[in-house]
Nanobody
């Protein structure tokens, strides 16, 4: 079994910064793609940023230049540095990882989510 646990969410004023972390644990052989998604109230969950095991990144247009995704492969940990936050960034942020385990060739796993609220 694999667990993803996010941390770092909270309340911040517009223009401020937050850093999210996501720690993966369990029977992990390797982690391929990792990413952050977010779901604003009453809306669908959308991709924020993704990073491959080799470090290639991709961002949603709405966060380019403000957010930075990174990972520490030795610690199985994913990060999202969020700068210049806007009220429209308010959402529950979810960590996602494609994980290879001893029993499964590969599967998508999700964290429980962490709330980010940006006040104007």
């Amino acid at each position: 079994q694999v667990q993803l646990v996010e941390s770092g969410g909270g309340l911040v004023q517009a223009g401020g910064s937050l850093r999210l972390s996501c720690s993966a644990s369990g029977s992990i052989l390797s982690i391929n793609r990792m990413g952050w998604y977010r779901q604003p109230p009453g809306k669908q969950r959308d991709l924020v940023a993704v990073i491959t095991s080799g470090g290639t990144t991709n961002y949603a247009d709405s966060v380019k230049g403000r957010f930075t995704i990174s990972r520490d492969n030795a610690k199985n940990t994913l990060y999202l540095q969020m700068n210049s936050l806007k009220p429209e960034d308010t959402a529950v942020y979810y960590c996602n990882a494609f994980v290879v385990t001893p029993s499964v060739l590969g599967g998508d796993y999700w964290g429980q989510g962490t709330q980010v609220t940006v006040s104007s």
